[in-house]
């Protein structure tokens, strides 16, 4: 047994003041009556007389002694070596991520890592270190270095689980960032082992060893995976996945639901392992739809999902061109989108319209938003020096995502405006005489092309509509865009045209308000549930009059590997390099001091006891 | 009328209007104003009898003489002194409280036997403590009041109360009235002295005084009990359960002493001791018949 606080035995000089305080007998007054023999024989002096009595065995004196030994055994505070062996600097990484709030072990998975983590804080001893990071979709150090107990126990009591992933590979070079050189350093892993894969940047292994701790016993769970409202011309119909991902069969009923109340509600036995689609009806008017089952699970963040129903909007798309039917026709691949074409010498400005497409046309201004201009006339502000013959053309990055599935391989261009001293942007397509198409994200997505499409072979090519897809969904992805994404993903909002305010209401009801002024990037998607996009735009096109605009976008967890639950019982950890010399470890210590303390508080109230019963 | 230490001479005006009731006739050696058992002089006619010789002549009814032919002696009721006694408690228990009880004590002694005086009474006067001692060769008539009060006032009170040392005293006493003050708070009961009153023929009454400390203790806490007359001593604390034990105990005590004296056919009263002289003389003994 280790005292951590020896010091502290200097109380026990109060065990001989107690007794002490026995033999002393208190100074009472005497009081002169006329009748003795009236006055019943009742003394309650515990104490001493003057100065000094014969010392008598009581109760309380015995009780006091007891107690006043507990405390003074707490406060040295004993502490008994533990099982688990701690190195001066320990470094905890706890999964925080959805899968713990599986409550297939009580409360759940997380508060199970918790409480066997707050046991290794009590198990510190006087010079050792926690660092505690939690493990989610973005790690985040909880506490750093920290030596105090109590700062570490808050800190852990903090930690929430998240809905998102758990992403080792970040955690782990998190923990490596807060080794110091030649420290001696442990690395434990509270997790039930559903996380990210592991990058390969660990190859050579971590400056610490690490232990896994497995959380969790079971993955018993039944969840909703999937779902999609799909359109057709007749009606709407959406496609649920219902998985049983335990090893045994369940029988579950799924709650069919839009925004206008209960729709369906279908009883469904799943067999272990067994997933089942099932179709189900979209009223017309829905614009949101949710499917629920009651599987009494130990997962409920899967039990829940939601979709949004209404078709998206569609985009009002410029086409200024003396005739291209190449572009006209890539550009109405796009079904969100209302192309309107009109000849040069029509165009009266672009206002109304979210794209602008210049064919061998420039207007004198051009406008704040997204446009592609082809071939600009000689003398106008984005026009390139003197045409140059070009031959074969080729991707200036080939892994840009821009040009995903486009194929440039058969693709020619008899000539161009040499653009090589142009400004615009950085190049995504060129050749070796010169750029050719060059793209921009300020202020706007924007993009340049210098040749005529019909001086090329390329409107010819699978790669041009690809091409012109990418750009489009690129420069106008859907202003809020209706599909499911996970939590914690990142999701963009384009504000509509002249909107002056953009706000998002998260399914808690909070409200987060985004800039206008160019494509928001909307990272607060932490809960499942509906996000409701608001837009303050004009109520028609150069109206000052203002509306509100609302769309919607779900998240939902959909994540088999998280649903699957069941915990792994070894995950490959990268190893530990070799230990620096002189690197010891050491048992940690079991503190059995708030035990004895609690002891000494049961004494007390013995001790009360005893006082008013008269013992 | 001369001033006293003991009682101011207003409330002495005052009790001369006062007397001592008396339930039965008496018999003294003196005359007084008193009804006596003999027959005496007195303007109150009481009966005839028969002369015979030997008898004063000058009380023969010459009217009966002439309507009889005989001689008949007229005969008076005669009016003797009232033999009363006064027994003061004078013990350490007396010694006690806001006001004094034995001051107290003595002041309504004074008092009462300032009453007996004034009618002519016969006022003889004994305090006691463990043993009695007597207040000197009786008193008699209103000039000798200053005489008892001094003798009473010269008493120190202290020591333990004997009850059962009245016995001898109040039984040689003659048939008459009896006054005992005390506290009754003796270790011993005062059932024998109280019967021995009985035995004795006398006609009496016992005062319980108290002080209101005693009725009502004002203080708690831890404390060294001491006795008043005996000196003991014990550690106590005082807590309400302790109080009222001590006030059913006090209780219970001068219940048994009022109970006592009526069984034996005298009169009680309890008194305290901040209650005035005047109050306690002209209504609480008025009230039960000691004096009107």
Do not use: C
């Not at chain 1, 959909?558 to 390099?577: G, I, N």
């Not at chain 2, 005969?75 to 228990?93: H, Q, R, T």
């Not at chain 2, 006032?153 to 333990?160: C, H, K, N, V």
């Not at chain 2, 009235?177 to 019967?195: F, N, Q, S, Y």
């Amino acid at each position: 047994m280790t005292f951590l606080a020896p010091a502290a035995a200097a109380l026990a000089l109060t065990l001989p003041v107690i007794v002490a305080l026995y033999f002393l007998r208190i100074r009472r007054p005497t009081r002169i009556v006329p009748a003795l023999h009236l006055w019943p024989d009742q003394i309650r002096d515990r104490q001493a007389n003057v100065p000094w009595q014969k010392l008598r065995f009581s109760w309380l004196l015995l009780l006091q002694l007891l107690v006043a030994a507990f405390l003074v055994a707490a406060a040295v505070q004993p502490a008994l070596p533990a099982s688990a062996s701690l190195a001066p600097h320990n470094i905890v990484l706890l999964d925080a991520s959805a899968s713990m709030q599986a409550k297939d072990v009580q409360p759940s998975r997380l508060e199970d890592a918790k409480r066997q983590i707050s046991a290794m804080i009590d198990q510190l001893g006087p010079q050792d270190r926690m660092t505690l990071i939690a493990m989610q979709s973005t790690p985040r150090i909880v506490a750093s270095g920290s030596a105090d107990h109590d700062s570490m126990h808050r800190a852990l009591s903090g930690v929430a689980a998240s809905n998102g992933p758990a992403d080792l590979s970040a955690a782990l070079s998190l923990a490596a960032g807060v080794v110091r050189a030649g420290e001696e350093s442990r690395g434990y892993l509270f997790s039930d082992g559903i996380v990210e894969p592991l990058h390969s940047a660990f190859a050579n292994g971590l400056p610490f060893p690490i232990e896994y701790h497995r959380i969790g016993v079971s993955g018993e769970n039944v969840g909703l995976t999937s779902l999609v409202v799909r359109s057709s011309a007749q009606s709407r119909a959406a496609y649920l996945r219902v998985h049983n991902f335990g090893q045994q069969a369940r029988s579950v009923t799924v709650e069919w639901r839009s925004d206008a109340g209960l729709v369906d509600v279908r009883p469904l036995s799943l067999a272990g392992g067994q997933a089942q689609d099932l179709v189900l009806p979209v009223p017309d008017a829905a614009a949101t739809v949710t499917a629920r089952i009651d599987s009494k699970d130990n997962f409920a963040l899967d039990d829940s999902v939601t979709a949004i129903a209404r078709t998206p909007r569609a985009f009002h798309v410029l086409l200024v061109t003396p005739g291209n039917v190449f572009l006209e026709q890539a550009l109405r691949l796009r079904t969100d989108f209302q192309v309107d074409v009109a000849a040069p010498a029509s165009y009266r400005g672009a206002a109304a319209y979210a794209m602008t497409v210049f064919d061998r046309f420039s207007p004198p201004a051009l406008p704040d938003a997204p446009y592609i201009v082809v071939d600009p006339p000689a003398g106008t502000p984005l026009a390139g020096g003197a045409a140059v013959g070009i031959g074969r053309v080729r991707a200036s990055d080939a892994g840009d995502p821009l040009l995903t599935n486009v194929s440039l391989q058969d693709v020619h261009v008899a000539k161009s405006q040499d653009m090589g001293p142009s400004t615009f942007g950085r190049t995504l397509i060129t050749s070796v005489q010169t750029p050719l198409v060059l793209v921009r994200d300020q202020p706007f997505r924007q993009v340049l092309v210098g040749f005529d499409i019909h001086d090329s072979d390329f409107p010819l090519r699978i790669g041009f509509p690809v091409l012109m897809q990418n750009l489009s969904e690129w420069m106008l992805p859907a202003s809020v865009p209706s599909r499911s994404f996970h939590p914690d993903e990142p999701v963009t909002i384009v504000p509509e045209n002249g909107a002056t305010t953009v706000g998002v209401i998260r399914p808690d009801g909070s409200r987060r308000q985004l800039a206008t002024g160019a494509i928001a990037t909307f990272a607060d998607t932490d809960l499942v549930g509906i996000y409701t996009v608001e837009q303050t735009v004009p109520a028609s096109p150069g109206l000052s009059t203002r509306k509100t605009d609302r769309s919607w976008f779900a998240v939902n967890l959909f994540s088999d590997a998280t649903s699957q639950l069941t915990p792994v019982d070894r995950l490959a950890l990268p190893p530990a390099r070799a230990l620096t010399a002189g690197q010891t470890e050491h048992r940690g210590f079991l503190q059995v001091w708030p035990w004895i303390a609690l002891l000494a508080l049961v004494l007390v109230l013995g001790e009360w006891l005893a006082f008013h019963r008269g013992l | 009328m001369a001033s006293s230490p003991l009682l101011e001479p207003q409330l002495l005006r005052r009790l001369e209007a006062l007397a001592v009731i008396v339930r039965r006739a008496v018999k003294g050696q003196m005359g007084g104003e008193r009804r006596s058992v003999n027959r005496g002089r007195s303007p109150e006619f009481a009966d005839f009898r028969n002369y015979t010789p030997g008898d004063d002549y000058r009380l023969i009814d010459w009217n009966a003489y002439a309507r009889l032919d005989r001689f008949m002696l007229r005969l008076f009721v005669a009016e003797e002194e009232l033999p009363f006694n006064l027994f003061v408690d004078l013990s350490g228990s007396m010694d006690w409280g806001r006001p004094n009880k034995a001051v107290t004590a003595k002041r309504l002694a004074g008092a009462i036997a300032y009453v007996a005086l004034a009618s002519l009474d016969r006022v003889r006067l004994t305090v006691f403590a463990d043993a009695p001692t007597s207040g000197g060769a009786p008193y008699r008539g209103r000039h000798s009041a200053q005489g008892l009060f001094a003798r009473i006032d010269s008493f120190p009170a202290g020591g333990p109360t004997d009850y059962a040392r009245l016995v001898a005293p109040i039984a040689r006493q003659r048939p008459g009235m009896t006054v005992l003050i005390t506290d009754g708070l003796g270790e011993e009961p005062l059932e024998p002295a109280i019967t021995a009153l009985r035995l004795a023929r006398q006609e009496g009454a016992v005062l319980q005084l108290l002080a209101p400390q005693e009725l009502e203790p004002d203080w708690t806490g831890d404390a060294r009990l001491k006795d008043a007359e005996t000196g003991f001593e014990r550690e106590f604390t005082a807590t309400p359960a302790t109080q009222a034990a001590y006030r059913s105990a006090l209780a219970l005590r001068t219940e048994e002493v009022e109970r006592v004296a009526r069984r034996r056919g005298l009169r009680f009263a309890r008194l305290t001791s901040d209650q005035p002289i005047e109050d306690m003389v002209r209504r609480t003994l008025r009230q039960v018949g000691l004096l009107g």
